[in-house]
């Protein structure tokens, strides 16, 4: 597997606007788009920072992992985000190394690939491996 950068750094919050307003009026990063990602029950605010980018990500529906988080934390970082050259490829050699995947299949969203290691394996931390695609 090859890790190509950091793609994202998730940050979990359960007011957008709220949260926007540190991450845009405070530390001056300018927002590039708002996605509402209904696969993932979420609401995500995209922040670039050089080559990778600040996620502020808001469950829109209770229950998810992603409120859970919430819940019990109030909050703060989700998950790391890599990118990598190719998903399918990354997840067997992680399976074959006994690494606890919570996706065992790449989730396919508009223009990219995703899947996430469980924090079990990781030290504690959610990691999400992620694989751009081609624009057809």
């Not at 405070?26 to 590039?32: A, F, I, S, T």
């Not at 992992?65 to 190719?86: Q, W």
């Amino acid at each position: 597997m090859r890790i190509k950068k950091i793609n994202h750094i998730a940050i979990a919050v359960g007011n957008l606007d709220e949260s926007m307003h540190f991450w845009h009026n405070v530390l001056g990063l300018q927002l590039n788009h708002i996605e509402t990602v209904d696969e993932q029950k979420s609401k995500v605010a995209f922040f670039p920072v050089g080559d990778s980018e600040v996620e502020l990500v808001m469950p829109t529906e209770s229950g998810t992992g992603l409120a859970k988080f919430i819940d019990t934390k109030g909050g703060g970082m989700h998950h790391l985000c890599f990118e990598v050259d190719d998903l399918e490829d990354a997840l067997h050699e992680l399976a074959d190394q006994g690494i606890q995947l919570i996706n065992r299949e790449p989730v396919v969203l508009p223009g990219r690939k995703m899947a996430f290691i469980h924090p079990k394996s990781t030290g504690g931390v959610l990691v999400e491996l992620y694989e751009l695609l081609a624009a057809a």
